[in-house]
């Protein structure tokens, strides 16, 4: 059975830090691109933050570039969002996700297979 279990969520202050953890299992992660999306009341998902398989190229939304950072632990089947100099506008439910491959469009929701339950990410101003 396939899970994506996010944790680290909470609430935090503008210009705070968190850290997104998301435990996969259920399929072999080492092959699957792992990305984070996020959506807040109102509005569409978006993606956040992307990492490869294989290779562990990264890719960003240009919102968060220089203050997210994506890392996965291939031995544990862990992916991470560090979130730095957090804004209330990455106020939103984050969502980890699972891709076969090299994934091409990236940035794309139909280009992943899995989706975690997601975990509520609250920064007041």
């Known amino acids: 059975q396939v899970q994506l279990v996010e944790s680290g969520g909470g609430l935090v202050q503008d210009g705070g830090s968190l850290r997104l953890s998301c435990a996969a299992s259920?399929?072999?992660?080492?092959?699957?691109?792992m990305g984070w999306f996020r959506q807040a009341p109102g509005t569409e998902r978006e993606f956040v933050a992307a990492?490869?398989?294989?290779?562990?190229?990264?890719y960003y939304y240009d919102s968060v570039k220089g203050r997210f950072t994506v890392s996965r632990d291939d031995a544990n089947n862990m992916v991470y969002l560090q979130m730095n100099s957090l804004k209330p506008e990455d106020t939103a439910v984050y969502y980890c996700?699972?891709?076969?491959?090299?994934?091409?469009?990236?940035?794309?929701?139909?280009?992943?297979?899995?989706w975690g339950q997601g975990t509520q990410v609250t920064v007041s101003s």
């Open positions: 259920g399929f072999t992660f080492s092959i699957y691109t």
């Open positions: 996700a699972a891709g076969r491959g090299q994934i091409y469009m990236i940035e794309t929701m139909t280009s992943y297979d899995y």
């Open positions: 990492i490869s398989c294989s290779e562990d190229n990264t």
